[in-house]
């Protein structure tokens, strides 16, 4: 059976993940569950511009892409373009937007993806902007999330470790949101979320409150959503991390899973990927399908 939706997403860029409504999330999460069309993107030129590090997001959307009959043209090291001869981001999109029909852009800065999606006379997906957004992460992370406890709604989440400079987790608490969770809090200190952050969930009535040890909540959380600490990212100072080992498993519920957007640090140690509860490598898997379906919704 082949889904279709009771509107339109082609032609828009995917800059943060509130350019989706909860309507519209439900329906890529469902229809990623379906076969690939290996003919989606027959005749489609994908660029990918990563001008900062990645394994699985651009990988996944060159698969995501090749499957689907599209081809890709990238960039996956910044000095080997203009930019390293002064050309601007701006004249760089231009240009690009004239060679493909669509761009995943992937940049160090902030708000990088919404200022190319002005310059651009193609739909932008942001793979990452910074500390700021990582959509396509928050899509993938609510497609393991159901996958793995079934369901979405008014689910206990734990978030551990960088919670101020991680993307992905400014794009997730966003798009949780829509599902009433209950939400703990263990990070070091002074990587909480920011105050705007914790306003907008207030506003939102979610519940949410701070721990200063895994072991505090993982009995009673559905699962735990861990965080490297963005070292790339910090200015100055160092933080212990919050680390999770396999004998903090022992406190947990039969169907708590643990994600993790990937890459990890130290932050889980490898004693858990052969428990049932770990799902980060399986959550990473689904990105390659809800990539392709976001990639043939948008062209
Ligand atoms: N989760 C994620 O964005 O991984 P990469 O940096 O490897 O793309």
Wanted: charged letters at 25%; hydrophobic letters at 40%; one cysteine or more.
């Amino acid at each position: 059976m082949t889904l279709t939706a009771p509107f339109t997403l082609k032609g828009r860029s995917l800059c943060s993940i509130d350019d989706l409504t909860k309507e519209e999330i439900l329906y890529l999460l469902d229809s990623a569950n379906e076969p690939l069309n290996p003919s989606a993107l027959q005749g489609k030129i994908i660029a990918h511009l990563f001008l900062e590090p990645s394994t699985r997001t651009r990988l996944s959307f060159e698969a995501a892409t090749l499957r689907q009959g599209g081809q890709v043209i990238s960039v996956a090291e910044p000095l080997q373009t203009s930019l390293s001869k002064g050309e601007s981001l701006s004249d760089m999109i231009k240009m690009v937007s004239s060679y493909a029909d669509l761009i995943v852009l992937r940049h160090p800065q902030d708000g990088a993806a919404r200022w190319a999606a002005e310059m651009a006379d193609v739909p932008i997906i942001n793979a990452g902007d910074g500390a700021h957004e990582h959509p396509t992460q928050a899509l993938l992370d609510l497609f393991a999330i159901r996958q793995s406890q079934g369901r979405l709604e008014g689910l206990s989440i734990a978030l551990g470790g960088d919670l101020k400079y991680g993307r992905t987790i400014h794009s997730l608490l966003k798009a949780l949101a829509h599902f009433k969770p209950r939400l703990f809090f263990i990070c070091p200190e002074g990587l909480e979320p920011s105050s705007e952050t914790l306003e907008r969930l207030k506003q939102k009535r979610i519940l949410f409150s701070f721990h200063p040890r895994l072991s505090d909540v993982l009995p009673s959380v559905d699962l735990l959503y861990m965080t490297r600490i963005q070292k790339e990212r910090l200015k100055g100072g160092l933080f212990e991390p919050i680390c999770l080992d396999r004998s903090l498993l022992n406190s947990v519920q039969d169907h708590f899973k643990i994600l993790h957007p990937l890459p990890r640090n130290e932050e889980i140690a490898p004693d858990c990927d052969n428990t049932p509860h770990a799902f980060y490598f399986e959550q990473a898997k689904g990105g390659l399908n809800v990539r392709a379906k976001l990639l043939s919704e948008l062209l």
